[in-house]
């Protein structure tokens, strides 16, 4: 009898781990591959009606994209940054770069608004006729190489091209209402903007236009008889920067049922994959094809922290290993020959090989996979409330059945609860404590979800089992988010990280790198335990492949 | 006036109930409730405030405890209190009635509000809506067809909030309470410093 996709999905237990989350890479489904696919399919028209920059390279650009449905907006500041103010860290006041992601096309009142507004970023306050807020800091060495090479006729330096990665790193993509943008609600009113950050991807993949569009323009303002536009090839490579720290983990413990979504449709795009009965040659080609293109990228994807060097070191064996043991794995393979080499790569690769390994089965299998990108949006509002007619007893079953991975953890030992997250007063960030040797531990965030579960249990153990959850709630009403989060994640099981986040040797890295991965960011490279850079949309083609092909050669 | 979006309200809301002191649960709540009355054109947040800085009457109810935990039930007929800022009942009189697929009929001194699984309408004196105290709130389903509703005003569905200044920074003084002060190890640690980030 065959074995269903749902029987074939990997378990919570395995994928929600921190070390596996730590280990996840970008996909097909991932968010910024579903923009682009969808801007393909419905041949978005993109064009930059307003490039108002003068010859120092300060001044604003618009960027218009038409969608079937709608007109977006990316308006662009370029101002001056002294170089001792340029920080990735939330503390910035000032960056090279600022944008907003425009519901419509901006009038001139309106970007006079906005000339004033996002320069200051969250120090301003904005229109729900904005729909995202961001801002960039140039890689100084290579914009700077890139415009002088660019200016004297000459291509950038490809090994440093390779090394950096790109010319600007975001260093915050807001959205969902913040600073009083527009809400979530209405900015899926977009349908081309429904699934997951794509608000957010969409402003990144312009932002990328305008990097390289201002390179190009100061190489031309600095020697307009010599410069010459970047090569296509060298373009192509790169992306757009972004450093990433605590400010993202709160979200992936906040959202369980969103991020339910997320896993479970990677996770039922291997297990479709794996049930394929035969492997075409167009899909074993395309296998190999998307192996080759994983090991130049790993090849290039150089970082300082140890762990992630060891893990990449690793990894380069791994595929190389793949390499050689596949074909015979697919070649011999009587039935379900991807679940053949799945299966091997499962007991002979490492975690990161493993999850590369998921993520290369997916990149033949479009046809088969790409309409799950669809599922990844999740009514968070429909799942808020609590069910509270139950009893106790149905309560102590979710325990038993969602909650078991906390059993082996004893929080009476201290290193068990060592840090604590909480939101510093200085940044308004979420920042991550050590409990016993700083102040703060009583103001702490609900990121504690094993221990909370674990004391959920000890206060059930004391109560009849027919007592209501209302009734229980309404008596201790500090068990509530628990419960929310308990009956939420029962439905939404991917959604629940099975690891204990105040943990001694927790690394906050790891569950940044696997909402990072979602994205579609590659090349992470830790910069510490608690943040990361990445770049987004390498590879990946330019907005100006949606240009109206006069204006792409005029450019 | 701050042009508020609806999920600045829910996190305001939201931190200025932990700041109060409220468990998480009901902060989440709390956050919930502003939005939606925010969404339905009610002001919320002078009455947030009332309901923050009351002190615990032993004999008044409060609206989000009670409010969450007739919701829990699922409770479509019930009388309650006396009870401190009723407006606050109504976000979770409006998940029971989304849950049920039923209208639910509020009165109190003064007022008669029918909540629909989406909108609803009300009668009566507009400052009833914003009595700090009543001694009793009525629930029960609405009858279709009683004609009561021919009179009744429409909320208002809005995007946006519009908050007094000094209520948003009263709110954010609260909210305030949740920040824990920079020490010299939480700036070297807190955010794994230590390494340029300029280049």
């Known amino acids: ?555 | 006036m701050i042009d508020a979006s609806l999920n600045e309200v829910d996190a305001l809301a939201a931190k200025a109930a932990r700041g109060a002191g409220l468990p998480w649960g009901l902060c989440e709540e709390t956050g919930k409730a502003a939005r939606w009355l925010a969404g339905n054109g009610f002001e919320w947040a002078p009455s947030l405030l009332a309901l923050l800085s009351a002190p615990d009457e032993q004999q008044v109810a409060s609206p989000l405890l009670a409010g969450t935990h007739l919701a829990d039930l699922g409770a479509q007929t019930q009388s309650i209190g006396p009870i401190a800022q009723p407006l606050w009942l109504l976000p979770f009189v409006a998940r029971i009635a989304a849950t049920n697929g039923q209208a639910i009929r509020v009165t109190w001194d003064g007022i008669m509000i029918d909540v629909w699984p989406f909108g609803g309408t009300m009668m009566g004196m507009q400052d009833a809506l914003f009595r700090a105290k009543v001694p009793i709130v009525n629930l029960t389903p609405v009858q279709a067809g009683t004609g009561d509703e021919l009179q009744a005003v429409a909320f208002d569905r809005a995007m946006r909030s519009s908050i007094r200044l000094e209520s948003w920074q009263a709110l954010e003084v609260w909210g305030a309470r949740t920040y824990v002060p920079a020490s010299e190890q939480s700036r070297s640690k807190g955010a794994g410093a230590g390494v340029t980030d300029n280049d």
């Not at chain 1, 096309?105 to 729900?128: C, D, G, K, V």
């Not at chain 1, 569009?213 to 303002?221: I, K, S, V």
């Not at chain 1, 060592?418 to 960030?429: D, G």
């Not at chain 1, 204990?500 to 992470?524: E, H, Q, V």
């Open chain 1, 1 to 555: 009898m065959m074995t269903s996709v749902k029987e074939m999905m990997r378990s919570p237990d395995t994928v929600m781990r921190l070390e596996r989350m730590g280990a996840a890479h970008p996909t097909r489904l991932s968010f910024l591959r579903s923009l682009l696919r969808r801007a393909t399919r419905e041949a978005w028209v993109i064009t930059r009606p307003i490039w108002n920059i003068g010859t120092d390279g300060y001044g604003h650009a618009v960027y218009r994209v038409e969608t079937p449905d709608r007109t977006l907006s990316l308006v662009a500041f370029s101002t001056y940054l002294a170089p001792e103010n340029r920080t990735d860290r939330v503390i910035a006041e000032a960056w090279d770069a600022s944008y907003v992601l425009y519901d419509g096309i901006p009038s001139a009142a309106e970007i006079e608004r906005l000339s004033h507004a996002a320069p200051r970023q969250e120090a301003a306050r904005y229109t729900m006729r904005d729909l995202t807020l961001s801002r960039a800091n140039k890689s100084v060495r290579l914009f700077d190489h890139v415009v002088d090479a660019l200016s004297t006729g000459k291509q950038p330096d490809r090994t440093l091209v390779d090394k950096v990665g790109y010319l600007m790193r975001t260093t915050a993509v807001y959205g969902n209402g913040k600073f009083g943008i527009a809400d979530r609600e209405q900015v899926i009113e977009h349908p081309a903007l429904r699934g997951p950050f794509q608000a957010e991807m969409l402003t990144v993949w312009l932002i990328r236009g305008f990097t390289v569009d201002l390179a190009e323009h100061c190489a031309r303002a600095k020697s307009p008889a010599t410069a010459v536009p970047l090569d296509a090839e060298i373009k192509r490579g790169l992306g757009v920067g972004n450093a990433t720290g605590l400010g993202m983990a709160p979200f992936l413990v906040k959202h369980p049922t969103l991020i339910h979504r997320w896993v479970a449709a990677r996770e039922t795009a291997l297990a479709r994959v794996r049930q394929l009965k035969a492997a075409t040659p167009q899909t074993v080609t395309g296998f190999y094809e998307a192996l080759a293109r994983a090991q130049r990228l790993v090849d290039v994807w150089v970082v300082d922290e140890p762990i992630q060097a060891a893990a990449i070191k690793v990894l380069a064996s791994d595929l190389e290993t793949l390499r050689r043991h596949s074909q015979m794995l697919l070649l011999t393979s009587q039935n379900m020959p991807w679940d053949t080499l799945w299966t091997w790569c499962d007991a002979n690769l490492s975690i990161e090989g493993q999850e590369m390994t998921l993520a290369l089965l997916l990149e033949p299998h479009g046809a088969l996979v790409d309409e799950l990108a669809d599922t990844m949006a999740a009514d968070e509002d429909a799942t808020f409330p609590i069910d509270g007619r139950q009893s106790c007893a149905a309560l102590r079953h979710l325990l038993d059945t969602h909650a078991h991975w906390t059993t082996p953890l004893d929080f009476s030992v201290a290193t068990a609860q060592a840090r604590f997250w909480y939101v510093s007063e200085e940044k308004l960030e979420p920042r991550l404590g050590e409990r016993f040797d700083e102040p703060g531990a009583d103001l702490e965030l609900p990121l504690a979800t094993a221990r909370d579960l674990k004391a959920l249990k000890s206060t059930l153990d004391a109560l009849q089992f027919d007592t209501l959850i209302a009734e229980l709630l309404l008596k201790h009403p500090s068990h509530r988010h628990t419960v929310r989060r308990l009956q939420q994640t029962a439905a939404a099981p991917y959604g629940d990280i099975r690891d204990n986040l105040i943990d001694a040797a927790m690394r906050p890295i790891d569950l940044l790198r696997l909402k990072l991965a979602f994205f579609g960011a590659s090349r992470f490279d830790p910069r510490s335990d608690r943040w990361l850079r990445i770049t987004l949309f390498r590879d990946e083609p330019f907005p100006d492949a949606f240009m109206p092909a006069a204006q792409a050669s005029a450019a």
